[in-house]
């Protein structure tokens, strides 16, 4: 099992980046999947889920209404569109399974929000 996160990097407030998880090495489209981040010195957080087909979504309460999480399951692909970023946001961002048996986390991608 594998996960390569891409798409993070240095963004003023405002703006907006889009990350990309490429998942491997198990059924992807069969597994509710999600986002989490970890900012400097605190805990790993759940920020976004995704059912298996896609259609349900969750948010934690201080990103809803400008990240919007979505997948590919052809493609083996999950996405996080983040909008309006605040400093707050600031945090590697990766991707695993939404639920607690998690696999192997990936290297994930760097976020950083400031002017």
């Known amino acids: 099992v594998q996960f390569v996160e891409s798409g993070g990097g240095l963004v003023q407030p405002g703006g907006s980046l889009r990350l990309s998880c490429s998942a491997s090495g198990f059924s992807f489209g069969t597994y509710d999947m999600a986002w989490y981040r970890q900012a400097p010195g605190q805990e790993r957080k759940l920020v976004a889920s995704?059912?298996?087909?896609?259609?349900?979504?969750t948010y934690t309460d201080s990103v809803k209404g400008r990240f919007t999480i979505s997948r590919d399951n052809a493609k083996k692909m999950l996405y996080l569109q983040m909008n309006s970023l605040k400093p707050e946001d600031t945090a590697v961002y990766s991707c695993?399974?939404?639920?607690?048996?998690?696999?192997?986390w990936g290297q994930g991608t760097q976020v950083t929000v400031s002017s």
């Open positions: 995704i059912g298996r087909s896609g259609v349900s979504t």
């Open positions: 695993n399974r939404a639920s607690a048996v998690k696999y192997l």
